[in-house]
């Protein structure tokens, strides 16, 4: 079985060599192709790309010229792929994209008709109590269990992908196809992966208690329509 794993990368230059020497190691067998998305950045991620991608054959990427997004950026590469199994990760490298490989095991032992998830551990505790609350929250109000909803990989199927209807271009996007997935009762299993620092950079969005507060009524307003978009 052959995956297409897409990373969307906003601003991560500094990133991007480590991120690429990464990905080699999961792409020289030939069943793993990495789509990197230039997700509207500004900080010469695209030249930086462009000057280190011949030497990783295993690795192409796809421009979006204007940032519309986290969500929009992964659509875009899913949209760009060519493999039966999908994935995407974070191009900041706090989870390795290594951690597809035993991703991909668990549909080689299960088959594709399944869906695969990350399970962070080695979080400061802060954000583990963040995420303990918004996933308590959502498995009440969605009626299914939901937990650490924005853990990275996220891994399916074309098939799966091809049902998807009006998906979130921002980070709701995680929660959509969690979501979905349990819906259509499809097979969920969780990969534990380590979360550890930033290679470089700061996050995008996570940087205080006031970017949280933003993120959680943001997600709390999208989680209330989509119950209401999959009760009608």
Not at 59 to 69: A, E, L, P, Y
Not at 77 to 83: I, K
Not at 188 to 208: E, K, T
Request: glycine residues 8%; aromatic residues 12%.
């Amino acid at each position: 079985m052959r995956l297409s794993l897409v990373i969307p990368c906003y601003n991560e230059a500094k990133n991007i060599p480590l991120l690429l020497e990464r990905c080699a190691s999961i792409t020289e067998m030939g069943v793993i192709e990495v789509i990197l998305v230039d997700n509207g950045s500004t900080d010469g991620s695209q030249k930086v790309l462009e000057t280190l991608l011949p030497a990783y054959p295993g690795c192409r990427s796809i421009r979006v010229s204007i940032n519309q997004g986290y969500g929009f950026g992964i659509l875009s590469g899913l949209q760009e792929s060519t493999a039966d199994l999908l994935a995407w990760t974070h191009a900041d490298l706090q989870t390795d994209p290594n951690d597809a490989l035993r991703g991909l095991e668990l549909f080689n032992a299960h088959g594709n008709d399944i869906f695969v998830k990350g399970r962070r551990y080695g979080r400061p505790i802060g954000d583990s109590i963040f995420t303990l609350g918004m996933s308590v929250f959502e498995t009440i109000l969605l009626g299914k269990v939901m937990w650490d909803i924005n853990a990275q990989p996220t891994m399916f199927s074309r098939e799966f992908f091809m049902q998807w209807q009006s998906p979130p271009k921002d980070f709701s996007l995680d929660l959509f196809a969690y979501f979905f997935a349990k819906k259509l009762k499809i097979p969920v299993y969780r990969l534990p992966v380590f979360f550890g620092s930033r290679a470089h950079g700061v996050s995008h969005w996570n940087i205080g208690w006031a970017s949280k507060w933003k993120f959680i009524k943001r997600t709390i307003a999208y989680s209330f329509k989509l119950r209401r978009g999959f009760s009608e």
